[in-house]
């Protein structure tokens, strides 16, 4: 069953949440290097949880993590670890923040050699999720085949957001970068 079809089986209170996400944001491009941060922070924090936990704390993410802004995460200290560990408005997992942290550090090495993570993302771009999948284990960390998967799912790197008969599917197509058609 696809994400698509389940909304509707969902609860008005459930619907509203998910349908924000599935009509505006899931399967659609991002062009910018802090919101595919975001977005990949979000799918690690997502892991052994619901989605619906993770964007009912959307906004308490981003306020903790200072809008996602790659080059202040990077810069992050013990004392900023410690402040996220406290902070019951995230996921309060050691292993998650620190790797958000590093995570972080690793698209500031990746901007500087492909000029964003964007580029980074097409320059291997297309690619079959096996090879997705070990790329990212490779370059990033807690990153396993679900939470890469629904990562390239999400910014339309790989197919499946949307299923052809769901209205929005045509929206993501038309949204699509050029690079994204090969």
Same mark, same amino acid.
């Given at each position: 069953?696809?994400?698509?079809?389940? &909304?509707? #089986?969902?609860?008005?209170?459930? %619907?509203?949440?998910?349908?924000?996400?599935?009509?505006?944001?899931?399967?659609?491009?991002?062009?910018?290097?802090? =919101?595919?941060?975001?977005?990949? /922070?979000?799918?690690?924090? %997502?892991?052994?949880?619901?989605?619906?936990?993770?964007?009912?704390? %959307? *906004?308490?993410?981003?306020?903790?993590?200072?809008?996602?802004?790659?080059?202040?995460?990077?810069?992050?200290? =013990?004392?900023?670890?410690?402040? #996220?560990?406290?902070?019951?408005? /995230?996921?309060?997992?050691?292993?998650? /923040?620190?790797?958000? /942290?590093?995570?972080?550090?690793?698209?500031?090495?990746?901007?500087?050699?492909?000029?964003?993570? *964007?580029?980074?993302?097409?320059?291997?771009?297309?690619?079959?999720?096996? =090879?997705? &999948?070990? #790329?990212?284990?490779?370059?990033?960390?807690?990153?396993?085949?679900?939470?890469?998967?629904?990562? #390239?799912?999400?910014?339309?790197?790989?197919?499946?957001?949307?299923?052809?008969?769901?209205?929005?599917?045509?929206?993501?197509?038309?949204?699509?970068?050029?690079?994204?058609?090969?």
């Amino acid at each position: 069953m696809s994400y698509c079809s389940v &909304i509707p #089986l969902m609860s008005e209170e459930k %619907q509203a949440l998910h349908k924000a996400y599935h009509d505006l944001q899931y399967g659609f491009p991002i062009h910018d290097d802090n =919101e595919l941060f975001c977005r990949l /922070i979000l799918e690690i924090n %997502q892991a052994g949880l619901s989605w619906e936990t993770i964007l009912k704390k %959307q *906004e308490t993410f981003r306020k903790a993590y200072d809008n996602f802004n790659i080059k202040k995460v990077a810069a992050y200290t =013990e004392k900023d670890r410690e402040r #996220l560990l406290a902070d019951a408005g /995230i996921i309060r997992n050691k292993l998650k /923040i620190n790797a958000a /942290i590093e995570n972080a550090k690793t698209i500031l090495t990746l901007q500087k050699e492909y000029g964003s993570f *964007e580029k980074w993302l097409a320059s291997h771009h297309p690619s079959s999720k096996a =090879e997705w &999948i070990k #790329l990212f284990k490779k370059t990033f960390r807690f990153t396993g085949g679900e939470i890469v998967n629904e990562f #390239l799912m999400s910014i339309g790197m790989l197919p499946g957001a949307h299923t052809a008969d769901c209205p929005i599917h045509k929206k993501v197509l038309r949204a699509r970068p050029l690079w994204a058609a090969k």
